[in-house]
Antibody, heavy 122, light 106 residues
Framework: QVQLVHSGAEMKKPGASVKVSCKAS????????MHWVRQAPGQGLEWMGW????????KYAQKFQGRVTMTRDTSISTAYMELSRLRSDDTAVYFC???????????????WGQGTLVTVSS | SFELTQPPSVSVSPGQTASITCSGD??????TSWYQQKPGQSPTLVIF???KRPSGIPERFSGSNSGNTATLTISGTQAVDEADYYC?????????FGGGTKLTVL
């Protein structure tokens, strides 16, 4: 079965960077687009971008351009999301989310990781 | 920029039909998905491409889309359906979520 397992919670100071990992299993990791979505406490969902593991190609939401970097290590079926110059309003749960169809970018999010809580506080 | 608007809350009695709307410019021309999120859990896909149900999602969940509005309908609502629901679409390679609707079954 498809599983997306996140790294543990992080606490960072403003201005620092955080790198969250998401280990995939149960499917062909390289062939499905992986998205990152975040959710601030008590708030809604916000899309950050995607990576296609086969090539490493990425697309970032305009809001995060210049601050976010999505990478992957195909040898261990793991995707990473690094966010730099953290601010207090970056405090959120960060989810990795698989797109539904193999090879295709559908923007349909069928499997979600459990999320990683990133807390930014001085 | 493209935005999706949902009512903050909807209430329904058990066994009745709940309808949650999502509005946005020309939404009928864009594929819409719906996600259910219960407290402390990750979201779950319940409807995609307007009206398709993933395997394992009960038949009481259905979707429609016309004009500027997408609608998630839950027929015979059960207490277990109480959750936050988010609509989602994409435009110009950017994904947008609605603000979410809290469904209360009382």
């Amino acid at each position: 079965q498809v599983q997306l397992v996140h790294s543990g919670a992080e606490m960072k100071k403003p201005g620092a960077s955080v790198k969250v990992s998401c280990k995939a299993s149960g499917y062909a990791f390289t062939d499905y687009y992986m998205h990152w979505v975040r959710q601030a406490p008590g708030q809604g969902l916000e899309w950050m971008g995607w990576i296609i593991p086969r090539s490493g190609g990425t697309k970032y939401a305009q809001k995060f351009q210049g601050r976010v970097t999505m990478t992957r290590d195909t040898s261990i079926s793991t995707a990473y999301m690094e966010l730099s110059r953290l601010r207090s309003d970056d405090t959120a749960v960060y989810f990795c989310v698989r797109d539904r169809d193999r090879w295709e970018l559908l923007y349909v999010f069928d499997y979600w990781g459990q999320g990683t809580l990133v807390t930014v506080s001085s | 920029s493209f935005e999706l608007t949902q009512p903050p809350s909807v209430s329904v009695s058990p066994g009745q039909t709940a309808s949650i709307t999502c509005s946005g410019d020309n939404l009928g021309e864009k594929y819409t998905s719906w996600y259910q999120q219960k407290p402390g859990q990750s979201p779950t896909l319940v409807i995609f491409q307007h009206r398709k149900r993933p395997s394992g999602i009960p038949e009481r969940f259905s979707g429609s889309n016309s004009g500027n509005t997408a609608t998630l309908t839950i027929s015979g609502t059960q207490a277990v359906d109480e959750a936050d629901y988010y609509c989602q679409a994409w435009d110009s390679s950017t994904v947008v979520f609605g603000g979410g609707t809290k469904l209360t079954v009382l």
